[in-house]
């Protein structure tokens, strides 16, 4: 079976690989060598050529490398009718948590201020409230949040949850809903952004929202960069309304050269490099689902086009 592959062309041969271990009669081809554009059944991408995957007429399934779509989809070309199927990955998840443990913990226990301290040779030790005086709310409920949420509760912070609908996680305060937004913003010591970019969560960040976080609070964002307001969120830092943030994701990737956000004292850049696919984890789920696919089945999760994930 023809299935087309888009992606580092330096993880090509792990995932071929990955793939052929899993599928013998897979025949990867990518954009040098598509052959007969009709043969391609299924895509595995991540941000494909624009207007390219139209060219397959045959296409059943596009697989995302990756647990957000906003590569595939910001595309004005793409073909809208043939169904995408999200990644879903347990090291994926994994990862993402160990990613927002780690800034939770540096911003909770003021990590940066031993840094600077380190430069000047200087022994002081800062106070910090306890974990359970500390509430970090998440937004987004799904494979991510769920984790995440679950696993900043075992180290006893307080943690809200939010997300579309109404979930029960043991130990972790769940809203739901624009009408609770406000709350779960409002109570947010340190926030943690893992929505899908949709028209609904465009811009959600914004002065409003800082201005309705405590003062001095902190955020994560391991979403997308179009969640932010940016010009807000460096106002809100520029007078501590917002003490620090730690940025994975952004409007442009790779992070223009002259963007504020490299040189801002209270501002940590990682290069969307919070969970990063694992090429032979991923490459056993989608080759799962393209099975179910080829056995006569539905691959999952399908992102629903109107929900936008
Ligand atoms: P899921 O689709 O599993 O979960 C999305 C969650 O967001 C769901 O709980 C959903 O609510 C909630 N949600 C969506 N829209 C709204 C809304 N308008 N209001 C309130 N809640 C909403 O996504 P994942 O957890 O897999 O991933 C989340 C995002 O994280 C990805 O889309 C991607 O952008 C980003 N990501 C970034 C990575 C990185 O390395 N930086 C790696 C992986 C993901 P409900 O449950 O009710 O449907
Ligand atoms: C993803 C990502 O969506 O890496 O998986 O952003």
């Known amino acids: 079976m023809a299935i087309f592959f888009h992606w580092d062309q330096a993880t090509r041969d792990l995932w071929q690989t990955s793939i052929a271990a899993q599928l013998n009669d897979a025949d990867l081809r990518f954009e040098e060598s598509i052959g007969n554009p009709d043969d ?3 895509a595995v991408v991540w941000a494909p050529p624009s207007g390219l995957l139209k060219a397959f007429t045959n296409l059943k399934y596009i697989f995302s490398i990756g647990a957000g779509v906003t590569h595939i989809t910001l595309d004005p070309d793409w073909p809208e009718h043939v169904p995408i199927v999200r990644l879903q990955d347990r090291l994926l998840v994994q990862d993402m948590s160990c990613h927002i443990i780690h800034w939770v913990l540096h911003f909770h226990r003021f990590y940066a201020r031993y840094g600077h301290q380190q430069t000047a040779k200087q022994w002081l030790r800062h106070r910090y409230p306890s974990n359970a005086e500390r509430r970090v709310s998440v937004l987004g409920l799904g494979q991510t949040g769920l ?7 075992d180290l006893e912070f307080p943690v809200t949850g939010w997300a579309r ?11 739901s809903g624009e009408a609770t937004f406000g709350t779960v913003v409002s109570e947010a010591n340190i926030l943690v952004n893992l929505l899908p970019l949709t028209p609904a969560t465009t811009d959600i960040l914004n002065a409003r929202v800082f201005n309705q976080m ?3 609070s902190f955020l994560i964002n391991c ?6 307001v940016d010009h807000d969120l460096l106002a809100a ?12 994701v952004f409007r442009e990737e790779p992070l223009p050269q002259d963007d504020p956000y490299w040189t801002h004292p209270n501002v940590y850049v990682t290069p969307h490099a919070a969970a990063p696919t694992n090429e032979q984890s991923a490459a056993e789920f989608i080759a799962q689902q393209i099975r179910i696919c080829v056995d006569g089945g539905t691959p999952s999760p399908i992102v629903d086009l109107k929900r936008g994930y």
């Open 147 to 153: 984790d995440a949420c679950e696993r900043l509760r």
């Open 237 to 248: 830092l520029d007078t501590g309304q917002i003490e620090a943030a730690a940025l994975d």
């Open 40 to 42: 391609v059944e299924f």
């Open 223 to 228: 979403s997308r960069g179009s969640t932010i």
């Open 214 to 216: 405590p003062e001095g």
């Open 165 to 175: 609908s109404q979930k029960t996680i043991d130990g972790v305060r769940c809203l």
